[in-house]
Every structure is written in structure tokens, then in C-alpha cells.
């Protein structure tokens, strides 16, 4: 189980529901790491799981009503969110190993430059049936 | 169900809910320019295919929640603020991907490889953000009013990562 604190050397995954936020080549678009309206984006601690047990949280907390809907996941290391000053705010319930990136700047033209880095930094997995068995 | 018709202007119409004979809100106008611009030849390719691009993504992300999280839909002001920005676009400038963004904004992209990328975003609201990366250099990121013109610091961050091709 993950501490309260989020080390900078821990791994989150941002799961990713949209087909179009892969781009052909693999990569993610930055458009998927940008902050929600409430100025937070969602994300999920995997430290000390398998591949099998991260596929399964999205399964279970995630999209536990449309399964179809989950297309892959975007893993950062947690050093490059607080190296563009952003905070990492972990769910009271630790067990539900999810967490918020918050801090982010008021203008937009800084949040998709940071977006940007973020998505940069992130390697993208993508979902198969198989996946969680592989 | 919505019949599709030739000219994009109808079903934008149609598919917005919206009535042809009403002459208020901004994506009524801009179908009305689209309509016009239809008839010269000279610029209706250019004018159908801007339109077209963001109209697709718009109506495909006009429901809250459409990225499965708690994104805003986009917002009408956003459409047509990407739509002039592109109609304004250089021909010689190769056509960006438009993608939205969770907070109900539209963005142009032009994507090189990755660290090679620049994009616009507009909010309906008179502003263009942008922010790019351009390989090992410094990355840039500003703000400039919408006007008649694309602002010059745009086209050449955008010229910059076209030369990555």
C-alpha cells in the first residue's frame, strides 16, 4: 500500500478512455494530461502492483460499467509532476490508490506548456484483452 | 434521424438544433459565412475543409463527461473562434489536427515527432493560447488577442515546427 505522501519515485498511471488521445505513432497527446474544470486531473498510484493488478484497477474503479471503453494508460514518474511545480494529492482512503494532480497555474497557455512536458514524459500502454494476462 | 446533405452549412444546422431561418448565436453566423463562401471557388475548399474539421470534433464532444472523466463540452465561442483562425491560416501551411480539450477549449495541433510540437487552443473568449516544444530547445508558451490576423509569433512557432518535417 502506498504511503500518503507521493514520492517523486513513484509511478502513476492516467488511464485513458478516448482512442484519439494515442496518436498513431504511440504517443500520448498532451490534450489528455490537461486538467480537468475542476482543475485537477485524475490519476491512479501503482506502486507495487503487476501489469495484471493495474489493468484490473481501471476495470474495477475506472470503467467497471463499460469495460469497452478503456483504450490504454499513460505511466509518469510522479518527479516529473513536481518538477513543473504541481502537487500530487492522494485520496484520504489509500486503498482506492487514487490521487489528483493539482497546483495547476491559472492560465491555460501554462497548463498546456506543463500538459505538454507531462505527456512528453509518459509512456503509453495500450489496453487488450490480453493485456492484463501479458 | 438527421438526413446529411451535400452542403455541410444544412446539416451543421441541423445537427446544432438549429433553425435556418433564426438569425441569432455565433454558429448561426458562421454557417451563414460558410453558405457564402460555398459560392466562391477560389476559397470554398479551403473555408469547407476548415469548418468540417472542427465541426466534427465539436459535435462529437458537446456532451459533459465526453472523455469519461468530467470534461466540459465545447463550447460554442471555442468552434467559431477555430474556425476563423484556420480560414485566416496561410495555404501554405500544412492543415493542424484539432483536438479537444477537457475544460470545453479547442486546440490546432501540429504534431513533428514527439519534443517537435505546436499548438493554438481557443476558449471563445478573444484569446489564443499557445505553447510548443521544439526539440532540445527551450520550450515557448504566451497569449495573444484574437484579431484579423493570425498574430505573427503564431505563424512562426507554427513555421518552426514545420520545418521539422
Known amino acids: 500500500m502506498p504511503n500518503s505522501p507521493v514520492s517523486p519515485e513513484e ?19 498532451y490534450q489528455s494530461m490537461l486538467p480537468g474544470p475542476d482543475g485537477r486531473r485524475s490519476v491512479f498510484r501503482i506502486y507495487g502492483l503487476s501489469e495484471d493488478e493495474i489493468w484490473k484497477l481501471a476495470l474495477e474503479k475506472v ?3 463499460r469495460p469497452e471503453s478503456l483504450v490504454g494508460r499513460a505511466d509518469l514518474l510522479a518527479e516529473i509532476v513536481y518538477r513543473h511545480q504541481l502537487t500530487i494529492l492522494p485520496d484520504e482512503d489509500l486503498q482506492s490508490r487514487h490521487a489528483d494532480i493539482a497546483g495547476w497555474p491559472q492560465d ?6 506543463i500538459a505538454q512536458a507531462l505527456a512528453e514524459g509518459a509512456r503509453v500502454k495500450r489496453w487488450t484483452s490480453q493485456a492484463s494476462r501479458s | ?21 433564426s438569425s441569432q ?10 453558405s457564402e463562401h460555398f459560392d466562391e ?25 465526453w472523455d469519461g472523466y468530467n470534461a466540459n463540452p465545447l463550447s460554442q465561442a471555442a468552434f467559431k473562434e477555430a474556425v476563423e483562425f484556420l480560414r485566416k491560416l ?3 501551411i500544412l492543415f493542424p ?21 505546436f499548438a493554438v487552443s481557443f476558449a471563445g473568449k478573444g484569446l489564443i493560447s499557445y505553447a510548443g516544444t521544439f526539440g532540445r530547445g527551450p520550450s515557448v508558451h504566451g497569449r495573444e488577442f484574437v484579431s484579423e490576423s493570425i498574430p505573427q509569433s503564431i505563424l512562426e512557432n507554427i513555421r518552426r515546427v514545420l520545418l521539422q518535417r
Not at chain 2, 434521424?1 to 431561418?21: D, H, K, Q
Not at chain 2, 489536427?97 to 517537435?116: C, H, K, Q, R, T
Open chain 1, 11 to 29: 509511478e502513476l498511471s492516467k488511464y485513458i478512455l478516448q482512442k484519439g488521445d494515442i496518436r498513431g505513432n504511440g504517443t500520448l497527446k
Open chain 1, 63 to 65: 470503467v467497471p460499467q
Open chain 1, 108 to 113: 491555460k497557455d501554462e497548463k498546456m506548456s
Open chain 2, 1 to 21: 434521424m438527421t438526413t446529411l446533405t451535400a452542403n455541410p452549412a444544412y446539416s451543421a444546422f441541423e445537427v446544432l438544433g438549429l433553425s435556418s431561418t
Open chain 2, 25 to 34: 448565436g455565433p454558429i448561426h453566423e458562421l454557417v451563414r459565412k460558410q
Open chain 2, 41 to 65: 471557388p477560389a476559397t470554398r475548399q479551403k473555408n469547407r475543409e476548415s469548418f468540417d474539421a472542427v465541426f466534427e470534433v465539436y459535435s462529437t464532444h458537446c456532451e459533459p463527461g
Open chain 2, 90 to 92: 496561410p495555404s501554405t
Open chain 2, 97 to 117: 489536427e484539432v483536438v479537444a480539450e477537457p475544460d470545453g477549449d479547442i486546440s490546432l495541433e501540429w504534431y513533428m515527432g514527439n519534443n517537435f510540437l
